[in-house]
């Protein structure tokens, strides 16, 4: 069975620094990875996701991931952050696409 | 395209009392799902479906039932609420598999439930 785990349960950077959010992932086989974003009383939106094709994932926003097979990690990072990254963040893991496996998420303040 | 929407917003019942939350979408995607998100806890599924007239279990079903006559609704329904109940529930859609891999899913706003 399929498992994530979301290292940081907050995180917080200033307007500006770099973003990085831990997720190792537990994968009977080869996984795909996601990262969603949760913004206050919203719904959720695919930032980006791994699907075997490239280990280095770019998605919106700035943000990007390198999945690492050897370490079972799949980090999001961004080079600056901005006061809308302010948000909750989900790493997601699907050996069957359709069912997905969410970590217990990232919540990511950014302050001035 | 509205996408995925999820009605009502906010209910508040009482434990016992049944009621239906309704999602819908027009995207013409064949998956459709269920979602419920506690604090600490991410989100679990509760049920799923790759059609109209198929539904299949997910990790928490236990309270809940569903239902798929078309391929556009899929509503959830709680047989008789409980406190545990409690929590934010989040609909999801996407093409299924046969259309091809990794297929985004999409997510309603969500559905706030408060069971006392």
């Known amino acids: 069975a399929q498992s994530v785990t979301q290292l940081d349960s907050h995180v917080s950077v200033s307007e500006g620094t770099p973003v990085l959010l831990r997720c190792n992932y537990s994968s009977s086989y080869s996984p795909s990875l996601f990262w969603y974003v949760q913004h206050p009383n919203k719904g959720l939106q695919l930032l980006l996701k791994y699907t075997s094709a490239a280990t280095l994932v770019k998605g919106i926003n700035g943000f990007e991931a390198e999945f690492k097979k050897s370490e079972t990690s799949f980090h999001l990072t961004k080079p600056s952050a901005h006061m809308s990254d302010a948000a909750e963040y989900f790493c997601?893991?699907?050996?069957?696409?359709?069912?997905?496996?969410f970590g217990t998420g990232t919540r990511l303040l950014v302050s001035p | 395209n509205a996408g995925v929407t999820q009605t009502p917003k906010f209910q508040v019942l009482k434990t016992g009392q049944s009621m239906t939350l309704q999602c819908a979408q027009d995207m013409n995607h064949e998956y459709m799902s269920w979602y419920r998100q506690d604090p600490g806890m991410g989100l679990r599924l509760i049920h799923y479906?790759?059609?109209?007239?198929?539904?299949d279990q997910g990790e928490v079903p236990n309270g809940y039932n569903v239902s798929r006559s078309t391929t556009e609704d899929f509503p959830l329904r709680l047989l008789s609420a409980a406190p545990s109940q409690t929590s934010v529930y989040f609909c999801?859609?996407?093409?299924?598999?046969?259309?091809?891999?990794?297929?985004?899913?999409?997510f309603g706003p969500g559905t706030r439930l408060t069971v006392l």
């Open positions: 999801a859609s996407s093409y299924s598999y046969d259309r091809g891999p990794y297929n985004e899913q999409f």
């Open positions: 479906s790759v059609g109209a007239g198929i539904t």
């Open positions: 997601v893991v699907s050996d069957d696409f359709q069912k997905l496996v």
